[in-house]
């Protein structure tokens, strides 16, 4: 914008006025830089002792003295600390320091308030940019228009005031990642907030980044076990999918996220969880419980809770992103939850509001399905010549009164490959985790499952949609006849199995040995609640005494025909020997 201009306005502050020469030569490098005639403007000024500050629009050459001490003291912060003895090296950075008059640009804050700031001047900003207010105070460039630029602000301080300077990085925002971060608690912009001390990053990655391309992507084959019996059976997590859990308040949504995150020791999955808009005691019980189960070694805790600014809210799934993708990068597998998307789209449309974007639907601003699905297209399992690593995203939204069809929840349906939808119906009748077999789906189904629990699995679902609908019609028939009353029994039977308390996830020879019995009608007859007892006592059994079989559905994750036999026969014995 300044090149266009016929005639410069250049601003230079001192202490001296300059000479007619000195001045010669400020027009010379101008012209240099800028390629047409500047007028030079002389503010005497006592700021800048021992040197000179020259403006021209926002471009500022600091050559003052403690523009010069900045300068040696950013060169400094760059050596590496991690390389023995620092000295020398600091020695020779500063010997091989030479101070230059580089331009910076710089801004002036117009407004600022609701951790947002307008900011003028900036002309080459872009948009993502990370800016320096004062006193360190960061933000992100998030709106920018043809004489202001909106910003928000990661952090409230009352230095930063209306007329206040700001200062380009050039950088767009990033989180530092590395192995490092195994079993701690970060913010949003990756500082440690559990009091572990300090965390050697081994990079830094963009927070926002583009997902990976057709071409480097991999079909979903892979099972993730989560361990809970209702998803593995049914609703298979595969690595690299993304899976949406849905539903009411209180309905057992994060229990699944911290049991499939429990499931993943010893399977060579790194785990992150990004709680978002959470209370702080919320947080600090999932790390109590992982590090109960062992699984904050292998776990990250990414956290913007409710009292922390909307701008943090709403950087701090793609923070938990990037992190993931350092790993994947490295062929390792990711899950990664975001609990949840739903406070996470409410920040984000309390910043748009602010930044006087025009809302939408409910309020939300029109961009808040790309807010969404940029974020959940970056889960891949990339293919195998870049190292076949994978990032599975288990996005968790809220839902008011089962309402699957308001703004929020019908654009991440839309965006994953399936939903585990809660309801509070079953979960206040005891039938925890609460799934909805009916408006549940995996859309990548059985190729993320071993054969042996597809195989097993057979007509689980198909048998509890038709109890469903039997148990409707039936419910005030007093009496039914013989038949019907067996299908009632099976049914209630299969959704006694499905029931599993919190932190106890299923092997998978256990679920499958337990299929195979209860879709054998092995379990007719045994009265509801006994049906927990004889389901412990077979598995107990089958461990006890079959090992071999165990270990085969484990180790191998496939039955024959033969195999499936034998485990209904043996199921059938200790059936007849439980009465
Ligand atoms: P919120 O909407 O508050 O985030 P949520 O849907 O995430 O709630 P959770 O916090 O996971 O729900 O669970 C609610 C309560 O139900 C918790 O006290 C939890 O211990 C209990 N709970 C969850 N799953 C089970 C389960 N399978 N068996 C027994 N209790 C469970
Ligand atoms: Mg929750």
């Known amino acids: ?35 047409a005639e500047a007028e030079l403007e002389w503010i005497k000024s006592d700021e800048y002792a021992g040197g000179f500050r020259l403006q021209v629009g926002s471009d500022v050459y600091d050559w003052s003295l403690m523009g010069r001490l900045r300068q040696l003291k950013e060169t400094l912060v760059r050596v590496p600390t991690d390389q023995g003895d620092i000295i020398p090296l600091i020695k020779e950075s500063i010997n091989e320091w030479t101070p230059e008059a580089y331009a910076e640009q710089i801004g002036e804050v117009l407004t600022v308030g609701d951790g947002i700031a307008t900011v003028s001047g900036l002309e080459e900003v872009t948009f993502g940019e990370i800016l320096i207010f004062a006193d360190g105070v960061r933000g992100m460039v998030q709106d920018i228009r043809e004489d202001e630029i909106g910003c928000v602000l990661f952090n409230e301080d009352e230095d930063v005031v209306q007329g206040s300077a700001v200062k380009r990085t050039g950088r767009t925002a990033g989180t530092p990642v590395g192995e490092g971060f195994l079993g701690r608690v970060v913010d949003a912009l990756g500082t440690p907030i559990d009091g572990l001390g300090e965390i050697e990053a081994a990079g830094y990655m963009p927070v926002e980044a583009q997902a990976p391309s057709i071409i480097d992507r991999q079909p979903v084959d892979t099972p993730l076990e989560t361990g809970i019996f209702a998803i593995d059976s049914m609703f298979p997590i595969g690595r690299g999918q993304r899976e949406l859990i849905i539903g009411d308040r209180q309905t057992g949504k994060t229990a699944i996220a911290s049991d499939a995150i429990i499931n993943q020791k010893g399977k060579n999955c790194i785990c992150i969880y990004v709680a978002i808009g959470k209370k702080n005691s919320a947080v600090v019980h999932m790390q109590q419980s992982l590090m109960k189960h062992d699984a904050m070694d292998y776990s990250i805790i990414v956290t913007a809770s409710a009292s922390d600014p909307a701008p943090l809210q709403y950087i701090a799934p793609y923070a938990g992103c990037a992190m993931a993708e350092y790993f994947m990068h490295q062929g390792k597998d990711v899950l990664i939850i975001y609990d949840d998307l739903s406070k996470h789209a409410v920040a984000y449309r309390a910043l748009s509001l602010l930044l006087d974007r025009s809302p939408g639907r409910e309020a939300y601003p029109g961009d808040v399905f790309y807010l969404h699905s940029r974020l959940l297209e970056r889960a891949a399992r990339l293919s195998d010549n870049i190292g076949g690593g994978s990032i599975t995203a288990l996005p968790i939204v809220e839902t008011q009164a089962g309402d699957v069809s308001a703004y929020i929840p019908t654009n991440i349906i839309s965006i994953t490959d399936g939903q585990i939808f809660l309801e509070s119906d079953l979960f206040f009748s005891g039938q925890r985790p609460a799934v909805n077999v009916g408006l549940s789906v995996s859309r990548v189904g059985g190729d993320a499952q071993t054969k042996a629990m597809k195989k097993a699995a057979g007509t689980l679902r198909i048998d509890l949609a038709q109890y469903r609908e039997m148990e409707v019609f039936t419910q005030f028939a007093s009496d039914l006849d013989d038949q019907t009353r067996r299908q009632l029994e099976y049914g209630q039977g299969l959704m006694r199995m499905l029931r599993q308390p919190q932190y106890q996830p ?48 484990d180790r191998e994750g496939v039955m024959d025909d033969e195999l499936k036999q034998e485990i209904i026969d043996i199921s059938a014995e200790y059936r007849n020997g439980f009465d």
């Open 506 to 553: 299923k092997t998978q020879h256990e679920q499958v040995i337990t299929l195979v019995m209860a879709l054998a009608h092995t379990m007719q007859g045994i009265a509801t609640d006994k049906v927990d007892e004889f389901i412990a006592g077979l598995i107990e059994m089958f461990e006890r005494e079959h090992a071999e079989i165990c270990e085969r559905i």
């Open 1 to 35: 914008m300044i090149k266009d201009e016929k005639i410069l306005k250049a601003l230079l502050y001192s202490l001296e006025e300059p000479s007619k020469e000195q001045k010669e030569r400020f027009g010379k490098f101008l012209k240099n830089k800028y390629g």
